[in-house]
């Protein structure tokens, strides 16, 4: 089986591509990506050289990129991560939405729709639980919960959500589904509450909490992301949508003091020392309050479980960034100095 991982060289892609990469040796995977600042090789050092691997540098924007590509390799299956992923960065500039997670999905599915030549190829969309808006104090996200985006990232991933429909529903193009929650892990870009906040504890740097760190977000390792993926793309239904999530809900103050008494521990830091650095700034505009995702579905109907606890996982994640230090250097030198003072100078 050939297969198309778009969005490979990202947080969740790269855990995605490695997982797929190392689990299934017979399938080849290719992995689609246009580098954007979140892109990274890096990210997949350790099993660049698998012979069942490849990297393709692309843009899914750019239609005659995709028409030869698509038309050359006859791809068995799409899965289909690529994205812009950052809320903040959706609000000062949500064209670039609209082009990446709307026109380039159309673009993806156009090209899969025309050149596929096995009848039991499909299209597997990653998405987000962001597309349902947000929630009160009480309640989940279920599959069925209306949508109703609030922020041009949500509002570019809910369109995309309902191309992939469309294209089951108008064309028989097998497609799958999943809408996840937050996640954290290892290779997480630092612009992210989680490795922004590493990265900032690290260097004794201001903790920007939007807001009154009310908001409340359920966390998932990515691994666990990863498997789930691994279990509908295998096991899921033509046509139907899968909620993802890790029943871990935290409200960003209480994640916030946790991150701060893991990393004093680690740093081998007086306790108290990291929450001295948090500093309340000007809210996110449009901010959803809560989201939380029931995922009996997935678990009922295909098995899937979470591997971790929270405290685990994130000490496990603090110990790969302390561990990486090259990597964080690296991503956080050149344009990243220019996005950091833009989104948190004049807060
Ligand atoms: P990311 O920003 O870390 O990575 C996105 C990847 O897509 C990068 O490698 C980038 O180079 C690539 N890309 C961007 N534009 C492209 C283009 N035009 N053509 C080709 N490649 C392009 O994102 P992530 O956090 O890994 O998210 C991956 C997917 O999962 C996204 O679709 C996102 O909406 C979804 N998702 C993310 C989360 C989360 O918590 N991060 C939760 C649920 C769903
Ligand atoms: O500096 C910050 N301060 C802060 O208080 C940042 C960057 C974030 N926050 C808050 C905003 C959110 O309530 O922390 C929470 C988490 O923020 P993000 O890490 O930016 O994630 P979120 O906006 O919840 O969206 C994420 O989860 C769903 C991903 O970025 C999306 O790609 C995914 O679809």
Redesign the pocket.
């Known amino acids: 089986m050939k297969i198309v991982i ?2 490979g ?5 790269s855990h995605v591509v490695r997982r797929f990469v190392t689990k299934y040796p017979t399938y080849q995977i290719i992995n ?5 600042y ?2 990274n090789l890096e990210n997949l050092k350790d099993i660049e050289h698998y012979d069942n691997y490849r990297f393709v540098k ?4 750019d239609q005659a990129f995709l028409e030869t590509l698509f038309s050359e390799e006859k791809f068995d299956a799409v899965i289909h ?6 809320v903040d960065r959706s609000i000062s500039n949500p064209l670039e939405f609209v082009m ?1 997670n709307v026109v ?1 999905t159309v673009n993806l599915l156009n090209a899969f729709k025309k050149h596929r030549t096995n009848e039991k190829g499909f299209f597997y969309h ?4 962001e597309v349902y808006g947000e929630l009160t104090d009480e309640g989940k996200f279920l599959e069925t919960t209306p949508y109703s985006p609030n922020s041009p990232y949500s509002a570019s ?1 809910a369109s995309s959500d309902h191309f992939v429909r469309a294209y089951h529903e108008t064309y028989d193009l097998p497609v799958k589904i999943s809408n ?4 954290y892990g290892s290779h997480h ?1 630092p612009e ?1 509450l989680i490795p922004l906040f590493i990265n900032n504890i690290k260097n004794k740097k201001p903790l920007p909490v939007y807001g009154k760190g009310e908001n409340v977000r359920d966390w998932l390792f990515v691994e666990d992301h990863a498997s789930a993926i691994d279990v509908i793309f295998h096991k899921g239904a033509f046509g139907e949508t899968y909620n993802i999530g890790g029943n871990n809900e935290w409200t960003n103050i209480a994640l916030v003091k946790l991150l701060c008494k893991l990393m004093d521990q680690k740093l081998g830091r007086p306790e108290g020392d990291a929450v001295k650095l948090i500093t309340y700034v000007t809210d996110r505009a449009g901010h959803d309050y809560r989201y939380a995702i029931d995922s009996t579905k997935l678990m009922t109907k295909l098995g899937w479980r979470p591997s971790l606890q929270f405290a685990e996982g994130l000490s496990k994640t603090i110990d790969w960034y302390l561990a990486n230090e090259d990597w964080l250097n690296n991503v956080t030198s050149g344009a990243y100095t220019e996005y950091y003072k833009e989104q948190y100078e004049n807060r």
């Open positions: 778009t969005g060289a990202g947080f969740i892609g689609l990506d246009k580098l954007t979140a892109g692309g843009d899914i924007v991560l690529a994205a812009e992923s950052h990446t380039g990653v998405s987000t639980d991933k996840c929650s937050n996640n870009f992210k």
